[in-house]
């Protein structure tokens, strides 16, 4: 712990603030340097580091700004498009389902047909039906008597 507050000490005594305005960092603290010291030159320099900053980030926003409208423009573009797929899969559908309903009423065309057919000839089925039960049960009958 000692060492290595010597270590940090002198470093801590070679510094101090500018008492005059500018409130930078100096190197030294002896009153030559105090005296030597002008604010306008560093203060020069912090404001040509800042503007560099500003115009570094001013960059970087217009890069990101082109970067985010070209993302933009292409999800747009991909928004397009899918809406157009999903025009054309809705419209092949529909024609499918067209297609289908056709279908289904030409079945229950075929349908309503053969079942008319059976009620036409059922009259003549019911007498076949009823004279073979007839018969069946007379053979019954006959072969097994109580
Ligand atoms: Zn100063």
Redesign the pocket.
């Known amino acids: 712990m000692e060492t290595r507050q010597r270590a940090l000490k002198p470093r801590i005594c070679d510094q101090s603030v ?1 008492q ?5 960092l ?1 190197s030294g603290h002896s009153m030559d340097t105090t005296k030597k ?3 306008v030159e ?2 020069r320099a912090v404001k040509r580091a800042l503007e560099e900053r500003g115009a570094g980030l001013e960059h970087a926003s217009r890069m990101a700004r082109l970067r985010w409208n070209r993302a933009e423009q292409s999800l747009v573009a991909q928004v397009a498009t899918l809406q157009n797929e999903a025009q054309l899969a809705a419209l092949t559908y529909q024609q499918r389902l067209q297609r289908y309903l056709l279908h289904i009423s030409s079945i229950v065309e075929q349908i309503t047909g053969y079942c008319k057919n059976q009620s036409d000839s059922s009259t003549a089925a019911d007498m076949q039906s009823h004279t073979s039960d007839h018969s069946t049960l007379k053979q019954l009958q006959v072969s097994r008597p109580f």
Request: overall charge positive; glycine content about 16%; some cysteine.
């Open positions: 500018c005059k305005g500018c409130g930078l100096l010291h002008s604010c560093p203060l």
